[in-house]
């Protein structure tokens, strides 16, 4: 969806009619400046939002004085609204709602990043995001320094547990190897992961027609002995863990011969940052 249809029925969803408690209390003429002001440390991002808001709003006039990726402090005012108070306060809560789960979402990637603290592996979003904010949601992910996995169902081959069984209900691992070579074939410049569960199965698997390969839940020290395997394989894929990793538990994967960490808590459980607007 487009960020303008996406906050314009945003704002209509606050205000479907009219804003009863500013038309009792203000004047309609009354002009004001207002500060967005963070209350809580984190990394900001929202320059989209801005953009479509000054877009729709041209009566206000928004001075975004931070960017995406920036560090924030407790106090740090982020933007500056100036024009009528009533507009203001129409577009407060959507701005506000859209500002602080984002840079929530920078802030938490940080936190990651920074728990991590090995730059050889990239830190990964999923698919669980909030619906119609995958776009903004993912943006956000990189701003805070992560990397974003598939946006959809549709830009890579991803064979998870669920497909693979079923698959193997009826046929065999040859045969879906070869589903594999001739997806390869036909489409070279679509990615293929493969989730593993075991090194059994990695073992029946042909790694020469993969490009990623997903450790899903797996433990250290398995872990350890999959990825023995396919370092002696030539043209070795890229190597991905999965699978209920925290802030508490990432660091443990800091010096492991993997490429990529997903973690779906970046967006599908994040904080938001607190921010507030005040009218000055």
């Known amino acids: 969806m487009k960020i303008i249809d996406l906050i314009t029925q945003t704002l209509h969803e606050d205000k479907p009619t009219r804003d009863i408690t500013s038309d009792l209390l203000l004047p309609e ?11 809580s440390p984190g990394v900001f991002f929202g320059s989209p939002i801005i953009g479509g808001l000054t877009h729709l709003m041209p009566d206000v006039s928004f001075d975004l004085l931070v960017a ?56 990964l979003d999923t698919r669980k995001t909030t619906p119609l904010l995958r ?20 830009d890579m081959v991803l064979v998870k547990e669920n497909h693979l069984a079923l698959f193997l209900k009826s046929q065999t691992m040859d045969s879906f190897n070869e589903k594999l070579r001739i997806h390869k074939r036909r489409y070279p410049e679509i990615q293929i992961e493969v989730e593993v569960s075991s090194l059994e199965l990695l073992q029946t698997l042909d790694t020469s027609l993969v490009d ?69």
């Open 29 to 39: 003429a009354m002009s004001a400046t207002a500060h967005v002001i963070a209350k």
């Open 68 to 123: 995406d990726g920036d560090p924030i402090n407790s106090n740090d005012v982020c933007v500056v609204l100036t024009g009528p108070l009533k507009l203001i306060l129409e577009i407060e809560r959507t701005l506000l709602n859209f500002l602080q789960r984002l840079s929530g979402i920078a802030t938490t990637t940080a936190a990651y990043v920074t728990a991590l603290n090995d730059s050889s592996i990239d830190i």
């Open 135 to 154: 776009s903004l949601e993912k943006q956000a992910v990189c701003s805070g320094g992560g990397v974003n996995h598939r946006f959809g169902l549709h």
């Open 212 to 280: 990623i390969i997903m450790f899903d839940n797996m433990t250290l020290p398995a872990l350890e002995t999959c990825l023995s395997y396919l370092n002696i394989k030539p043209n070795s894929p890229l190597k991905e863990v999965s699978g209920n990793i925290s802030l508490e538990s990432i660091h443990r994967y800091r010096g492991i011969d993997i490429d990529r960490i997903s973690v779906g808590s970046l967006t599908h459980s994040v904080n938001a940052l607190d921010l507030s607007l005040l009218v000055v």
